[in-house]
């Protein structure tokens, strides 16, 4: 038997020793071996070569074995287990059998085992090499195993690695994925050389931690730099951003970048452009790079029903709905939400009670908690309050915080203090430190001019040190964003807002407008409501636009919080006489306001 006792490195290893086996001529046997690997397409094919290997007596040769280990674990046909059988059988496996094993199990989403062969690397003395490193920094990224991460950190310092672009890249990612986001720009800012994906490791680190805004400004710093050469990761965790930050001029610009540097957009960037459309309130957009999706799937019809579920367009959601089981995909929990969740924001209770009976009957998909508030949600809209209660009681899990709130914002809206209280003590029993619960009981409160109770609750409020986040409306004007907080008539812009207010209302009265003051919560003078009123930050965003951007161009404007009725009828208005398109975005769905009407037809 032969056997050469060489160390293999990383690199495919040259065939030596030839003088110990003479009989035959061990280079191009080598050769052969290895064309015989290459010519490989499926495990059974790749059985056949490996027995033909052992016959030649050339599995002892270092060359040919590791070579057999890399084919059977790296290939996308390949078995890790077969992989493994290989492996137990090499004398004495060096750094490159190592390294092929670990991205084998990283390949596999094995990433234990991945930790586990690096362990017994180090027992057996075998030394890591730069080519060691980030598969397995990416096996601990995708456990988020931040100690194990660290300590691998250490030993790539001691073996003095830390200038390797693939590692550091590697180390930025991982440190991204355990959101400790400092760390990952540590190793970031001391790079010496930079590189497309160290870039794109850096912005998907900012993404993982939700800082949209940096992803944004790192973009904007990449291309500045120089590092400009589109990548598909890169624009897609940019698309991501706009997504959340609601910025649909940057997000069109993102896909105009993808449309010209990448040939064939893949399912999965098309979905995210369909979700940043629907979520920038651009939805017939949305709708029409839907339609021209090849090969959609169950995430993109999901993506695509939830988008127009939000603009209120449920009818659409729901043909849309069929359309995807005629074309026999079969539906899953996610979809459900968005199929309920388009049914409750347009008041179809009945569609709604049906599809929440069919999920579990037709298709076999159990109801979360998920389902279970989109039912609640559906029937206190519909000022089903009673049963949308029973539904909770009788709820096969625990009710959740997100559950009783749709409750009470359904009881404020319908007026019903009797069922609204005993929400409200469910939620404040739960340790709520959600100051729009309070608001809500106490808005309840004011509404029927129970004053003390609403300064009681407001008391407890600040006993339990909750803190009421501003409400604020942001708009985007020439490109800019701009943010109003409520009653905040000293702003920077202000250059007439107060003016334009009081030719708004004058004009608004005009029409027929009435100051709903019941909305104010407070037991001050009718007068003093109204000034209070005038101050919602949605009428002076809107003001603003209305002075600084071109006749007739659409307004776009992103509250923090819910939109109260009194802006709903207010903007509906403003949408006539300024004949403008309205659109606002506020936590749960979109109002598009047009010629006096708004997209919910007051369902909301
Ligand atoms: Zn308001
Ligand atoms: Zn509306």
Redesign the pocket.
């Known amino acids: 038997m032969i056997r050469t006792l060489v160390q293999p490195t990383h690199v495919l290893i040259p065939p030596r020793n030839h003088q110990q086996i003479p009989e035959f001529n061990l280079q191009s046997k080598e050769q052969e071996c290895l064309s015989l690997l290459k010519r490989c397409k499926n495990m059974e094919e790749f059985k056949q070569a490996h027995a033909r290997v052992l016959k030649w007596g050339l599995f002892w040769e270092s060359f040919c074995a590791s070579n057999l280990v890399a084919t059977c674990a790296l290939s996308a046909w390949g078995s890790m287990a077969y992989a493994c059988s290989i492996f137990r059988r090499i004398c004495e496996p060096g750094t490159f059998e190592f390294n092929t094993m670990i991205r084998g199990h990283v390949k596999d989403m094995n990433s234990e085992e991945a930790l586990l062969v690096y362990a017994d690397m180090l027992e057996r003395g075998i030394e890591p090499d730069n080519f060691t490193f980030p598969a397995l920094l990416k096996a601990c990224a995708l456990l988020r195993a931040l100690e194990e991460g660290m300590q691998i950190h250490g030993h790539i310092l001691k073996l003095g690695l830390r200038d390797d672009i693939y590692v550091q890249n590697s180390l930025i990612n991982l440190y991204g994925k355990c959101k400790k986001i400092e760390l990952s720009y540590a190793v970031f800012e001391n790079m010496d050389q930079k590189s497309v994906s160290s870039w794109s490791a850096i912005i998907a680190a900012n993404a993982s931690s939700g800082l949209w805004c940096e992803c944004l400004m790192l973009f904007c710093d990449m291309n500045n730099d120089g590092f400009w050469r589109p990548e598909e990761s890169v624009l897609v965790n940019v698309v991501c951003a706009c997504t959340h930050l609601g910025a649909l001029h940057l997000g069109r610009c993102a896909h105009g970048s993808l449309l010209r540097n990448i040939s064939s957009l893949n399912v999965i960037v098309q979905t995210s452009l369909i979700n940043m459309y629907a979520k920038c309130g651009a939805v017939q957009e949305a709708a029409s790079l839907f339609k021209k999706t090849a090969d959609k799937n169950q995430l993109s019809y999901s993506t695509a029903i939830s988008g127009l579920a939000m603009h209120?367009q449920g009818r659409e959601a729901l043909e849309l709905f069929s359309e995807m089981l005629s074309e026999g995909l079969k539906p899953d929990d996610v979809i459900y939400v968005g199929i309920l969740s388009a049914c409750s924001q347009c008041g179809l209770v009945d569609e709604g009670l049906q599809f929440f009976e069919q999920m579990k009957s037709e298709y076999g998909v159990e109801p979360t908690i998920k389902h279970y508030g989109c039912m609640v949600d559906l029937l206190g809209r519909a000022g089903l309050l009673i049963e949308a209660y029973d539904l909770i009681k009788n709820m096969p899990m625990k009710p959740n915080d997100v559950v009783w709130r749709s409750l009470l914002g359904a009881c404020k809206v319908h007026q019903n203090l009797e069922i609204g209280e005993i929400v409200a003590n469910e939620l404040l029993k739960s340790n709520s430190k959600n100051p729009g619960d309070y608001m809500l009981l106490s808005y309840m409160y004011a509404r029927t001019g129970r004053w003390e109770d609403v300064s009681r609750v407001r008391t407890e409020l600040v006993e339990k040190g909750i803190y009421q986040a501003p409400g604020f409306s942001s708009v985007e004007v020439q490109r800019k964003i701009y943010r109003f907080f409520a009653q905040d008539m000293k702003h920077p812009h202000d250059d007439g807002i107060c003016d334009m207010i009081h030719q708004m209302e004058w004009q608004l009265k005009f029409e027929g407008y009435v100051p709903d003051t019941s909305q104010v919560l407070l037991n001050v003078q009718e007068e003093e409501k109204r000034q209070r009123l005038r101050g919602h930050s949605q009428k002076l965003a809107i003001a603003f636009a209305l002075l600084n951007s071109s006749r007739g161009s659409p307004i776009r404007i992103t509250r923090n919080l819910r939109m109260c009725s009194d802006c709903?009828t207010y903007t509906?208005y403003i949408s006539l006489i300024y004949e403008r398109e309205i659109t606002?975005r506020d936590r749960n769905r979109f109002?598009?306001?047009r010629d006096g009407t708004?997209?919910?037809?007051?369902y909301?």
């Open positions: 209120g709903h509906k606002v109002h598009h306001f708004c997209s919910c037809n007051d909301w």
